[in-house]
């Protein structure tokens, strides 16, 4: 299991909480955010937070965030 750990982002702290096979709980400012999940190598979705559904569109922050777990993984 991977541990938890943090990532600057655009100059946004992020702490990055693994969870199942390509998933992660995102907290910002010591509280969940988000959750987001990896779709492809660019394209990441963030997930919904009542039916952990996938919710389908562009989201660049989360791209962004999922870029750098894979950067820092990688």
């Known amino acids: ?3 938890p750990f943090d ?3 655009h100059g946004v702290s992020y702490a990055i909480f ?3 096979e390509n998933t992660y709980t995102i907290y910002k ?3 969940e ?3 987001i999940q990896k779709d492809t190598d660019t394209q990441w979705l963030k997930l919904d937070p009542e039916s952990g559904l ?3 569109g562009l989201d660049e922050e ?3 965030i999922g ?3 894979l950067k820092r993984e990688g």
């Open 18 to 20: 693994p969870e199942e």
């Open 67 to 69: 870029q750098a777990i």
């Open 62 to 64: 989360v791209n962004a």
């Open 1 to 3: 299991m991977i541990e």
């Open 54 to 56: 996938p919710r389908f």
């Open 33 to 35: 955010y988000l959750q």
């Open 7 to 9: 990532l600057v982002v």
């Open 29 to 31: 400012d010591g509280k």
